[in-house]
């Protein structure tokens, strides 16, 4: 491992560059650990990935042409039904709007930190994660305990947007969260109102879509217009740090209040490590982004999604344009 290069959440790069929504968003930028040992490296169509371990904690990253490291999953293995990011901690928010969830689609697998500690803490439910990368997937299965072949907790390598639109048209998911990247950004066909209405058609009757929103970026505006423009409802809450917002948003036409909210959390907190009312306090409902904000969309047609998704997910690596 190169230790003059900074090791940075891949959100956290975000934080300071030209701005992107964060489907999940970690941490902000701090020094490589120094006793780290590499122990695989792999590069793919998408990613150059590297894994490496410092003591009881092992973690994925994604690495920049300039050698910087992006976070993009670390466990400790002391501690191996936690979640060690904030972020993570903060998805959990989607078990406030909907605490018994039987489906779960994961977009964007990782080094599957999320996934493992939903099935370690829920034991029957039934898990779909998707990933783009096969070498992603192959070293989260080598190295952070993700499953090969367990019928409850699905691998599948595939765009994510091509996944939920060709999806059989019978299934719904009760709970969907967006963790998915190319390199450090996220692609566009994967931001827009079109990918969140396919979402929403994937739903079931009281499900939920959970995506992390960095709050201190140029595109967070669009993101919340965006977001705000399918769903019936949506619900906020802000990050232990401050600088992260998770959205859960529902196609539910009514409005789940704060004592109810709080109910849940008291609900399922038995089932997590983290503080779930803690988490509820931090739930929040005024308008934080401007009025000018667009919506973002794409006007793809059934034909071109595939290659168009393909040219975001090929070009999506340095820096993202999102035309605004």
């Known amino acids: 491992m190169t230790l003059a290069s900074p090791s940075l959440s891949r959100r956290g ?42 003591g009881t904690v092992r973690t994925m990253y994604f690495v920049g042409d300039d050698g910087t490291q992006f976070i993009e999953s670390r466990h400790d293995r002391s501690r191996p039904q936690s979640l060690d990011l904030d972020y993570t901690r903060t998805m959990m928010a989607g078990f406030l709007l909907q605490p018994r969830p039987r489906r779960l689609l994961m977009l964007g697998l990782g080094g599957g930190g999320m996934s493992n500690y939903l099935k370690a803490r829920f034991p029957e439910l039934e898990i779909d994660a998707v990933d783009i990368d096969l070498e992603v997937v192959r070293l989260a299965q080598e190295f952070f305990d993700v499953p090969k072949d367990d019928p409850r907790y699905r691998v599948h390598v595939a765009d994510a947007r091509l996944f939920v639109e060709r999806a059989a048209a019978d299934v719904r998911w009760d709970m969907i969260m967006l963790d998915a990247f190319r390199g450090v950004f996220v692609p566009y066909h994967l931001k827009t109102a079109e990918f969140y209405r ?23 505006p669009h993101d919340r217009e965006t977001t705000s423009a399918v769903f019936p409802q949506r619900y906020s809450f802000v990050s232990e740090t401050g600088n992260q917002t998770t959205l859960v948003a529902s196609a539910g036409r009514e409005r789940v209040g704060a004592y109810q909210i709080r109910a849940n959390a008291r609900t399922v907190q038995p089932q ?19 009025d000018t904000a667009e919506v973002l969309k794409d006007d793809f047609k059934p034909a071109e999604l595939e290659a168009a998704a393909g040219r975001h997910n090929e070009t999506c690596v340095k820096n993202c344009r999102y035309g605004l």
């Open 13 to 54: 790069l975000l934080l300071l560059g030209g701005g992107s929504l964060a489907f999940g968003a970690a941490a902000i930028a701090r020094p490589a650990a120094a006793a780290e040992t590499v122990l695989a490296e792999a590069v793919s169509r998408y990613n150059r990935i590297r894994v490496a371990e410092s």
């Open 198 to 220: 396919a979402c929403l058609a994937r739903l079931a009757p009281d499900g939920v879509v959970v995506a992390n929103l960095h709050n201190v970026t140029r595109m967070y």
């Open 272 to 290: 997590f490590d983290a503080d779930m009312l803690g988490l509820a306090a931090r739930y929040y409902v005024r308008r934080d982004w401007e």
